[in-house]
């Protein structure tokens, strides 16, 4: 095993475990760009491969039905943040996440060879779901381990900046799937990409998974051996001890998730089916979204290092619940791109003071050895039942005549999410990596002790 990087403060001016640290950062964000990449390219491309996997007649029910099955995938997402919390607390970050982007290999080269309907009949559509299954495994793991690496290296009074690169990475990997599908548009015919172009990005994920394992092969481990040997580390019972707080990420979770999803991976057929705006131009106004909302999450992160993570999930979750039934009758109202443009960022920069400090913000409410467990699962149970299904619950209320519903499904979530803001105690002051430690103590419950080996 690398050597591991110790998560107790250093001095600022040591230019030798900076450099340790950034490298560390960018490694395991390499690996997160990929995953999110190859999860992400089934939303892009379901315009191109819904009609070869689901004959009908109408649009808008091959679309339900593909999402159903984005959706199936983000229902393996609890199980696999156990699963992967678990070796992670166990066996260490490195080796949990070197696992689940092997699994995110297999699963996008799976789907990128795929028969299709008029090929083996129903049995394609039960194999393009045991794919994303595994590949909701696999990001089901990726999410919490990622969070908890990240958070881990990085050093105090800065946590918040270096965190924010996982969502640098997480849009970039929907970016480059972005990208890829605005490269392929312009080169291939509507045609061409329903015939066999909607493989392409598939194969480009499979051989980029492969890249992230040889570089995270080389990433070091920040659990200590006393954390991983300990009885109690990656286990049910011992997070149990820290319910109170699983229960506030939970809740916050949801508002972010279903905000998140809504803005990105449903925005693009949002524009198209209900803005009637052209499905080329609606991909590029994503993509150019997605560049500039990449990019300012730097920028939240920074913040919340000044103002604090408190502040930050309270701005996210209370002018979100505000925002969201206007500003999305207002982006359906429109059919000029730049106006198009202009509205949807405004509610990116919003969930960016939540995407900015996602995984921070999490880790900071759990102890060590079950750090992975409690931000992987409690994550992955809030976006497997409100960011997985924002996508079907959307399209399912459009074609029952109910649309607005959907804003203000939203907007409730929100709602919830800012309650769960006020409940939860200022990491800052009551946090496990720069607080004392008293998250328990701060949300009225008696204070966990690990059980050592």
């Known amino acids: 095993m690398t050597d591991a990087i110790s998560i107790a403060p250093t001095q600022p001016d040591d230019p030798e475990d900076r450099r340790r640290r950034i490298l560390a950062i960018v490694g395991s964000s390499s690996g997160n760009l990929v995953e999110w990449y190859d999860f992400y390219c089934y939303a892009f491309f379901a315009l191109y491969f819904a009609p070869v996997f689901f004959p009908a007649s109408d649009g808008t029910s091959q679309l339900l039905k593909s999402a159903a099955v984005f959706a199936v995938g983000f229902f393996m997402r609890p199980i696999g943040g156990w699963l992967f919390g678990r070796l992670a607390d166990r066996l260490g970050r490195r080796t949990s996440m070197m696992i689940s982007v092997l699994m995110m290999c297999g699963g996008s080269l799976a789907i990128a060879v795929l028969p299709t309907y008029a090929t083996v009949g129903a049995a394609a559509p039960i194999l393009l779901l045991i794919a994303r299954m595994v590949q909701g495994l696999s990001v089901g793991g990726e999410y919490g381990t990622s969070a908890t690496y990240m958070s881990e290296v990085a050093t105090k009074g800065s946590r918040g900046f270096y965190a924010s690169f996982q969502y640098v990475t997480l849009i970039g990997g929907q970016l480059l799937a972005s990208l890829v599908l605005?490269?392929?548009?312009?080169?291939?015919?509507?045609?061409?990409?329903?015939?066999?172009?909607?493989?392409?990005?598939?194969?480009?994920?499979?051989?980029?998974?492969?890249?992230?394992?040889?570089l995270r092969s080389s990433l070091a481990e920040t659990a200590t051996k006393k954390d991983l040997e300990s009885k109690e580390s990656g286990t049910f019972s011992a997070l149990f001890k820290h319910w109170r707080a699983f229960a506030v990420v939970v809740a916050y979770t949801a508002g972010g998730s279903l905000s998140f999803y809504t803005f990105t991976t449903y925005m693009q057929k949002y524009l198209v089916n209900s803005a009637h705006i052209e499905t080329v131009t609606a991909s590029r106004i994503m993509t150019a979204c997605l560049l500039v909302y990449m990019l300012i999450q730097p920028i939240f992160g920074w913040l919340s290092d000044k103002i604090g993570r408190k502040a930050n999930m309270l701005l996210y979750s209370g002018l979100g619940t505000l925002m969201v039934v206007p500003l999305m009758t207002a982006i359906g109202a429109t059919k000029d791109p730049y106006a198009s443009f202009g509205l949807i960022m405004i509610g990116m920069a919003v969930i960016s003071f939540y995407t900015g400090i996602s995984g921070i913000v999490k880790a900071e409410l759990f102890p060590t050895h079950v750090?992975?467990?409690g931000v992987g699962l409690s994550y992955a149970v809030a976006n497997s039942l409100f960011g997985g299904t924002a996508e079907a619950v959307a399209l399912y209320l459009k074609e029952v005549g109910m649309e607005s519903s959907f804003f203000w499904y939203v907007t409730v979530m929100l709602g919830i999410g800012f309650i769960a803001s006020l409940i939860m105690p200022n990491p800052k002051k009551h946090g496990y990596l720069d607080g004392d430690g008293t998250v328990e103590e701060a949300l009225g419950q008696k204070p966990a002790r690990m059980v050592a080996a």
């Open 182 to 214: 605005i490269i392929l548009q312009t080169f291939m015919t509507k045609q061409e990409l329903m015939d066999y172009g909607w493989r392409i990005p598939f194969v480009i994920g499979a051989l980029a998974a492969l890249v992230a394992l040889f």
């Open 371 to 373: 750090r992975a467990l």
